[in-house]
């Protein structure tokens, strides 16, 4: 070591006011972390600061608080340097000082300005949450070997609720909460699903001598409300027409396809089927459905009347309506009884219309000329009677958005029934 080399430049390390440090410095020392503590015995202060730092410091003095002597005879560390041993000159007695400054890393902070989210298990976009972790802080101190620290965020959920998220919960440098669920959160019919978030600040000032580079852990709240969704299921065909002699029961095997509830996280839900029908009159037998899993088969038989019913089917679950959620589903279909003329003359004209939906009008195609159009709205009551133009089209302007049931009569005698969607 060059002894004639100064460690410190006094001009530069301390102001005009602080310097009276140095007026009359009794005794100094170095601790094992480069810490340098210097006596005064004039004015009983304890300058405490350390090298090739940007900003030094003196400790204020601390004599009036009764700590430090009037008269710093010596200063010495004990055997293993983690206390300084002040000499009393003044009452003749040793003072211990601890704990010492040294270059530990300090632990850095932060505040949650929020502590919870709610939302549906429906809702899977990503969340964005700005502003949660405020407050961010490195907590550097002037003894500290790392000055320009950088703090991140680390985050965990439960392990067994990971699965819950396709995006998990993390915090950015800048405090943002980010998360996203996934499309499989699992739930039972009811009740709310709470997943709580560690978080922790984290700085890159290292562990060395102790240091602490994690402040403590916060916690914040996803609350996943339950939402049940209606369930689904189709249904073959709008329009079932049957001749009036055939009068024997009919089964039509898959009528209803895909039945299920309203999604994969609702297994183990109870899904009833109700039908009713608006013409009960048709029928020996009630239009009804067998079958289990996820097809139906349609079951009913008709008493030879003519004329068309509006079958209403209700497909209902138990998982409620808590917080907005659906729990049935109807799909309406029509059975139209026509005349048997024994020459299948309808088959061969394969009557059909269109557009569908409309918003103007319907046009037909291989009706007579004398055929008459009737329409029913889903509860089966006759919005009017309308004839043919000389394109076979049907005015449809002056209905309200909606479905209608078409029944299409050709010299008084049922020929043709469908459904529409008026726009």
Known sequence: MDLNSPLFNVDTLFSKAQTNVLDNPSNLVIDKFGTLYIANNAYGNLGIFRANMTNKTILPSIANGGILPANLTG???????????????????????SPLYSIANLAPGFALARTRDTLFRTDGSLKT????????????????????????????VPANQVNLFSQVPTVSPEGVLSYQLSNN????NTGNLAVLVTIRAKDNGGTADGGVDSSATQTFTILIRYQNLAPVFTIAQDTITIF??????????????AVASGAAQEPGQTL???????NGALFTTQPALTGSNANRNLGYRINGTLGMASIKVL???????????????????????????????????????????ASQSLRFSNLAVDADVELYDLQGRSQGSFSLDNEQNVIVAGLSRGIYFIKVKEKGLPV????????
């Open 75 to 97: 200063l010495a560390f004990d055997t293993n340097k983690n206390a300084l041993i002040i000499g009393d000159g003044s009452l003749n007695r040793i003072l211990r000082l």
């Open 129 to 156: 949450l700005t502003g949660t972790a405020t407050s961010m802080t490195a907590n550097v101190s002037i003894f500290n070997t790392v000055q320009n620290q950088t703090v991140s965020f680390k985050t965990s």
């Open 185 to 188: 959160v699992p739930f039972a």
């Open 244 to 257: 009036n002699t055939a009068t024997a029961a009919q089964t039509v095997t898959n009528y209803l396809t």
């Open 272 to 278: 009833t089927f109700v039908v009713s029908n608006n």
């Open 315 to 357: 497909l209902k679950d138990n998982g409620g309506l808590a917080n907005g959620g659906l729990d049935s589903a109807v799909k309406i279909f029509v059975i139209n009884v026509v005349i048997n003329t024994g020459i299948s003359d309808l088959l061969k004209r394969k009557i059909s219309f269109g557009p569908n939906p």
């Open 416 to 423: 043709f029934s469908a459904k529409f969607i008026k726009e």
